[in-house]
């Protein structure tokens, strides 16, 4: 028999995850040391995604950047690094936290398909490097703690999502919002993986339509939820 999620499990969220040890820098303290960071995040993110990651050099990393290999060691302590820089590059767009503020309504379908539509774009701008990720995550411990951050961010942000609903009373009371926001933030994702990595043929449109649908039939969420 499947074990009822008792009420308190139901009521807390999944803790964030602590950053893998990297031996970091101080970030830079002035403009010019500011702007050579972020001049070498772009030119990395350009030979990662062109290279692959266990191709990529130093070497190639700096002379997109048109700066010296001395000058990397001024930032950054290793490849490993600055990969990281370059995806906390993407995070905040790949979460796009301000989805509810750029549509004027409270229906909570209309929230979540701007959500999958906005989740959508930016995993198929942004698949190159989504995909080195995934591919880096199954060799290296560090990038694999990563890559669960970036999944338990996505996934606290809809928790949320998914309490508020039920104490608006449009989500079932008993449902574990931990359990099923998991299931279904790693059903968009993966279903983003398949799209813009693997290369599988959706029509756009179409895939917001399906994962919005059966994301709102998952929670059992009224087709005229408002209030």
């Known amino acids: 028999m499947a074990r009822t999620p008792s009420r308190s499990s139901a009521r807390s969220a999944p803790s964030p995850a602590q950053p893998a040890d990297r031996e970091g820098r101080e970030p830079p303290r002035t403009a010019r040391g500011a702007r050579s960071r972020a001049l070498l995040v772009k030119a990395a993110r350009t030979v990662f995604e062109r290279d692959g990651y266990l191709d990529a050099r130093l070497r190639d990393i700096t002379e997109e950047a048109g700066m010296s290999e001395g000058s990397f060691y001024t930032y950054f302590s290793s490849k490993e690094e600055i990969f990281a820089a370059v995806l906390e ?10 989805v509810r503020e750029m549509i004027d309504e409270d229906d909570p379908i209309a929230v979540i398909e701007a959500s999958n539509r906005a989740y959508l774009r930016a995993y198929q701008q942004n698949a190159a490097l989504m995909g080195l990720l995934e591919q880096v995550a199954a060799i290296d411990e560090n990038f694999r703690e990563v890559r669960q951050q970036r999944t338990r961010a996505f996934a606290r942000r809809n928790f949320q999502s998914v309490r508020d609903l039920q104490e608006r009373g449009l989500v079932d009371a008993d449902l ?16 983003a993986y398949a799209a813009y990595v693997l ?22 969420i009224p087709a005229a939820a408002t209030s």
């Open 89 to 98: 590059e993407v995070q905040e767009e790949m979460l796009h936290p301000h």
């Open 176 to 191: 574990d919002p931990v359990l099923a926001t998991a299931a279904l933030s790693h059903m968009v994702s993966r279903t």
């Open 199 to 220: 290369g599988e043929d959706y029509d756009f449109e179409n895939l917001v339509f399906t994962l919005t649908r059966l994301w709102a039939n998952a929670l059992g």
